[in-house]
């Protein structure tokens, strides 16, 4: 690293709190490595106390751009000049790119989790979903996969404050898409059941069955899965979440939340350079199954 910083390496990086753990840097650097591109790649442990005069020095400073993790993702959005349409729909911004001292915020979120599915191979537009969990992750594939052409989708989340705010969104994605978005309480299990019994695919985006509670599992049981299904987790740890585990000894596809998490960043790096991550190498690197 100490020979690629010059006098001329542009800035990148995230903000958040906490952000030690980060896998973003490994990628990203090794990226701009592996292409010649003279950028870097830091991380910065900043709340939402001091994200105003982190953002404004940031901006000052001409950093490219950067990303933003729990918890600054919305009120990044507040602080952006410019915004995605599903930025501006979700309130959420992981990414902001400036151009010349203008922020336009964005959220690769959910095309990270897009191109995930495509790549497992499962393109999702014109299909049936049914979305467990209404948190920041669950709304940015809710708002992606509904701006990107999917015909249903049914959102279940446990009766909470989440609730509201999600039928709120699911609101404008019926004015502003042709997607039919409906909320569901996710304590109802008949209508669970009903609505997986007819969907394409099965989207898990709650925390239920991240490690370490790996034992939990977000439907009650395997009767509500069958072979057709698509079945999928966006959690990454443990690869195979108790609810994968079911859904592989019913015979459904299923794929897991690592290759959202490599494809969300793929999304910030084209955003800042304009040039593709090379992500075959950054699979073999930190992303083994
Ligand atoms: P979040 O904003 O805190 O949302 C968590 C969601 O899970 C909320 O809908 C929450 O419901 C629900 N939930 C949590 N515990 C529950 C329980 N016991 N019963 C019912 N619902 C429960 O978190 P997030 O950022 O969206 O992350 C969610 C998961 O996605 C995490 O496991 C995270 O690791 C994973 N993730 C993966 C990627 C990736 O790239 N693969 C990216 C981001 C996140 P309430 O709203 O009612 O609390």
């Not at 990086?13 to 010649?36: K, R, T, W």
Request: overall charge negative; some cysteine; glycine content about 8%.
């Amino acid at each position: 690293m100490s020979d690629r910083i010059t006098g001329t390496t542009v800035l990148t990086g995230l903000l958040g709190s906490p952000v030690a753990h980060s896998i973003s840097p490994l990628m990203h650097n090794a990226s701009f490595a592996a292409l010649g591109l003279d950028y870097a790649y830091l991380c910065f442990d900043v709340g939402t106390d001091r994200l105003k005069e982190a953002v404004e020095g940031l901006r000052a400073m001409g950093a490219r751009g950067w990303n933003l993790t729990m918890p600054d993702k919305n009120l990044m959005c507040q602080l952006a000049d410019k915004l995605s349409p599903a930025s501006e729909i979700s309130g959420a911004v992981n990414t902001i790119v400036n151009d010349d001292g203008v922020l336009t915020g964005y959220t690769t979120d959910g095309t990270g989790y897009m191109r995930a599915a495509e790549e497992a191979g499962f393109p999702l537009p014109g299909k049936v979903m049914t979305l467990l969990g209404g948190g920041g992750a669950a709304t940015a594939i809710l708002v992606q996969a509904a701006l990107d052409g999917m015909k249903e989708i049914r959102v279940f989340n446990r009766k909470s404050p989440t609730f509201d705010r999600l039928s709120a969104i699911a609101g404008q994605l019926n004015r502003r898409t042709d997607c039919l978005v409906t909320v569901h309480p996710l304590e109802d299990t008949e209508d669970l059941r009903a609505s997986i019994a007819d969907s394409d695919i099965l989207t898990n985006a709650t925390n239920i069955g991240m490690a370490p509670h790996t034992d939990a599992c977000p439907i009650p049981d395997a009767s509500f899965l069958r072979p057709e299904l698509i079945v999928s987790d966006i959690i990454y740890n443990p690869r195979q979440t108790k609810l994968l585990q079911m859904a592989k000894e019913t015979g459904c596809p299923f794929f897991n939340g690592l290759y959202m998490l490599l494809y969300q960043g793929a999304a910030s790096f084209e955003l800042w350079t304009g040039r593709e991550m090379p992500v075959e190498l950054i699979k073999e690197k930190y992303f083994a199954e």
